[in-house]
């Protein structure tokens, strides 16, 4: 009686053992060997990480969905690379936890759509897309330009980005804070702080056109307007051949 | 890992991966046509068509 | 959780899960006085868990259903909506896919799981309570992640989108349900584990892999709902779409191709045209899905050869699957005329066509040169919705007419005029719903590869929105036809429940003595 039962048990696990063995096989195999990937692929030296506010506007992008009608993944496609310019490569989205490279485009690609727009356009269009585009199907993001930022969080963003391997400066991290309000005020006095710790080429500007409050529209148009801009290795001459 | 270690890995594919996924075809396929196995698929196969009464009936 | 994040979603989130675990201490503590149960409680199958299983499915295809029509009508109208945050578009869609995925499909599963299981090991559940926690704790997880959404709570990964904490909580549930199949199976009273619960197994264990990896992710703080994952870029996009495939593998199709190995001759009436060719495809399908994932990520930066890998398992991944279809369509020769006259079973018949039909479809559109045209377009949503309204929800449904009657112990359905409404309008629906968007994907497709003479591209992308407007408004017509049968379904089901339970026309059925009182948790 003890050895029948213990038979069926047998066989039940016998057959547990197998499905997960069999199932992830092909898993490893195609997803190991990216974690290497890095070494292989193209390098970008001076690639710049995104600022307080560049990271708070992404976050925004991720909580409203964005991704789910706009993809951030220009195919090696001729007719792509016309549209949206040079096709996007593997070290541009490194420091991206998680990727955002979509899976449908209800909308256009964006992941270069930095600098194509003014701020005022930005802003205007995702108040209300139809008053800027008439037969735009965007959703209205009207609440964005009423909500107010909330800042005091943004460095724990920044360390937990830190621990997963994106290389943010403790001094970022400290102030991650003030440079998420300084970003926004190119006459205030934190101003200064943003550009010597994340570059003289960063955008600082009252992205929303009021330079008083940070809000989520300051954000996310800051976001948008940094996007392709990280570095310009795709836009080296052979872009893609590995050096 | 280098190149040369993608190269290793599609050799190993074309060779040891060919291999095992033939096995693992030709395993299954003995399971499932293993003369012996035969009754006891066609009593599983019809079970089910009673089994609302349970063992207990 | 309540206190800690007083400044986020996460403490309303907290308020939620204080609300059940009260709750449901309450149920416990008030059944802890009801007397021991006898002897005699082992000889009947628990059947309330399904019940209450059934239902949830019904109530979350209800709200999955009618968040999905909505936003598909805010395609063709943007301003159908109102000004505030919770209520645009890109809050809204994961409610959708989720309330249907996870909340319909998935309770749809549990419940189908805990009675095939129970019918073909001849034995009673191996617990009282924890189908109940699983039932329970798994549609805590979907409420966790529908609410937030409307809060903005989502960490992006497509068809992951809960945040950390949500992903604990399903980890510790489906740990139970994994727990529960086993002890249930070595108790069973039959030789042979019956080839739909290999199918069962199979989706519990495999989506547990990939929920646990996909989801690997580090809170920002331990008193906040955000999380960042550990993966980015190019690893990231290869883990969510392996995830986000074999989601679609174990979750969408090992899971239902149980229901239909169980159900579909059930309701034909027929043993399985051939049980070997079930077992073949089984292993098939459990080998040459999980390669597939990479197919979402054609001429991206992802490498060539994992490319290529992908591509070629998802042509070779039509073998099994249309083996699977076959065997269902061949239990069906000689039971035709039981198709036509029996609503029932055509609901599954519809099915096992579209299942053949879609992983056609999908092994096609895993080709690299049709997936250029293919991808970021509406032919992707016409094939998920080929697979999601004409194979799923049809076996589903099928399932659930064939269980009703079965469980409430009635003669039959409340009305079987009704049943056939719902199957011709869920049939029209989907219809309208996936050729609209053929229609529309390959329109899309073209035009944004279209050049002129001059060698210039010859449409703006606006050009290609504004083309898309007249198959937006047919794919949200389809899709209420589609809620519409949906809503009929719920109502005769309804209406099944009420009547009266017919004792003395049963034959069949065994007598199950207190089987009323055996419901601890739900009073239904």
């Known amino acids: 009686m003890f050895g029948t039962h213990y038979k069926l048990e047998r066989y039940s696990i016998g057959l547990v053992v197998a499905i997960i063995v069999v199932a992830s096989i092909g898993g490893l195999i195609e997803i190991a060997p990216l974690f290497t990937i890095h070494e292989t692929v193209e390098k970008a030296p001076h690639m710049r990480v995104y600022t307080p506010l560049e990271l708070a506007g992404r976050n925004i992008y991720i909580r409203e969905g964005c991704y789910a009608c706009h993809s951030q993944m220009i195919r090696t496609l001729s007719d792509e690379v016309e549209r949206y310019g040079p096709y996007s490569l593997a070290v541009e989205s490194q420091y991206d936890h998680p990727m955002l490279w979509g899976s449908k485009r209800t909308g256009p690609d964006l992941s270069r759509v930095g600098g194509k727009y003014s701020d005022k356009w930005h802003s205007e269009h995702l108040n209300n897309p139809r008053s800027v585009v008439p037969q735009s199907i965007m959703p209205a993001y009207a609440f964005l330009k009423r909500t107010e930022l909330r800042t005091v969080d943004l460095s724990m963003d920044l360390a937990a980005l830190k621990r997963l391997g994106v290389p943010y400066t403790d001094a970022m991290i400290k102030n991650a804070s003030d440079d998420a309000k300084g970003q926004t005020d190119p006459d205030g006095s934190w101003a200064d702080g943003v550009r010597a710790r994340y570059g003289e080429a960063t955008n600082v500007r009252a992205f929303d056109g009021d330079p008083g409050t940070v809000t989520e529209m300051d954000a996310l148009v800051a976001y948008l307007q940094v996007l392709g801009h990280l570095t310009d290795v795709a836009h080296a001459s052979e872009p893609g051949v590995s050096k | 890992m280098t190149s040369a270690s993608h190269e290793t890995l599609t050799i190993f594919a074309q060779s040891w991966g060919l291999l095992y996924l033939a096995l693992l075809a030709l395993g299954v396929l003995l399971y499932t046509f293993w003369p012996n196995n035969r009754a006891r698929f066609d009593r599983a196969k019809n079970s089910i068509m009673n089994d609302e009464t349970g063992p207990w009936a | ?524």
């Open chain 3, 1 to 524: 959780m309540t206190v800690a994040g007083r400044h986020d979603p996460f403490g309303i989130h907290g308020i939620i899960v204080l609300l059940t675990g009260l709750g449901c201490a309450f149920c416990l503590i008030r059944d802890y006085y009801t007397p021991e149960p006898g002897a005699d409680r082992l000889s009947s199958y628990y059947d309330e868990p399904i019940k209450a299983g059934i239902l949830l499915a019904l109530i979350w295809a209800l709200i999955g259903m009618f968040f999905g029509d909505w936003v598909a009508w805010l395609l063709a109208y943007p301003q159908m909506t109102f000004d505030a945050d919770w209520s645009s578009f890109g809050r809204m869609r994961p409610i959708h896919t989720t309330g249907v995925i996870f909340g319909f499909g998935g309770n749809a599963l549990i419940a189908t799981s805990f009675h095939v299981m129970q019918r073909t090991c001849r034995t009673r559940l191996a617990d009282q309570l924890t189908p109940w926690f699983v039932l329970v704790g798994y549609n805590l997880f979907c409420i966790i992640a529908v609410t937030g959404y409307l809060m903005g709570v989502t960490q992006s990964k497509e068809y992951a989108e809960p945040e950390w904490y949500a992903d604990i909580w399903l980890v510790v549930v489906w740990v139970a349900y994994f727990a529960l199949y086993l002890r249930t199976l070595a108790r069973r009273r039959e030789p042979h584990i019956y080839v739909a619960n290999w199918y069962y197994l199979a989706f519990i264990l495999v989506v547990a892999m990939l929920h646990i990896v996909n989801n690997l992710a580090l809170p920002a703080s331990l008193a906040r709902a955000k999380s960042y994952s550990l993966f980015s870029g190019v690893q990231d996009a290869m883990v969510q779409w392996w995830y986000g495939h074999n989601a679609v593998a174990f979750f969408l199709t090992a899971g239902f191709l149980g229901m239909l190995y169980y159900y579909l001759p059930k309701r034909a009436g027929r043993p399985i045209y051939s049980y070997r060719m079930s077992i073949v495809g089984f292993w098939g399908i459990t080998f040459f899905y999980v390669w597939v994932g990479s197919h979402h990520l054609h001429y991206t930066a992802l490498p060539q050869w994992v490319q290529t890998l992908g591509m070629t398992f998802s042509v070779m991944l039509l073998i099994p699957s249309w083996i699977a279809a076959a065997n269902a369509l061949l239990t069906l020769n000689g039971a035709w005329h039981k198709v036509r006259e029996d609503a029932t079973l055509r609901f599954m018949m519809v099915a096992a066509v579209f299942y053949g039909l879609s992983t056609f479809e999908g092994s096609f559109l895993a080709i690299r040169p049709v997936n250029s045209l293919s991808h970021y377009t509406d032919w992707t949503i016409a094939h998920v919705h080929a697979g999601t309204l004409g194979w799923n929800s049809m076996i589903i449904f099928g399932a659930i007419y064939y269980l009703v009657p079965q469980l409430w112990k009635r003669p039959h359905m409340h009305s079987p005029a009704l049943v056939e409404f719902h199957f011709w309008s869920a049939i029209a629906g989907t219809f309208i719903y996936v050729f609209a968007m053929w229609n529309s994907g390959i329109t899309q497709g073209l035009m944004w590869r279209a050049y002129n003479q001059s060698g210039t591209l010859a449409y703006s992308f606006l050009d290609s929105v504004m083309a898309m407007h007249p198959y937006y408004i047919a794919r949200a017509f389809g899709g209420l036809l589609f809620l519409i049968g949906t809503m009929v379904g719920v109502y005769n089901v309804w209406r099944t429940i009420q009547a009266a339970p017919a004792h003395l026309t049963q034959t069949e059925q065994p007598a199950l003595p207190g089987s009323p009182q055996a419901a601890p948790l739900v009073g239904s």
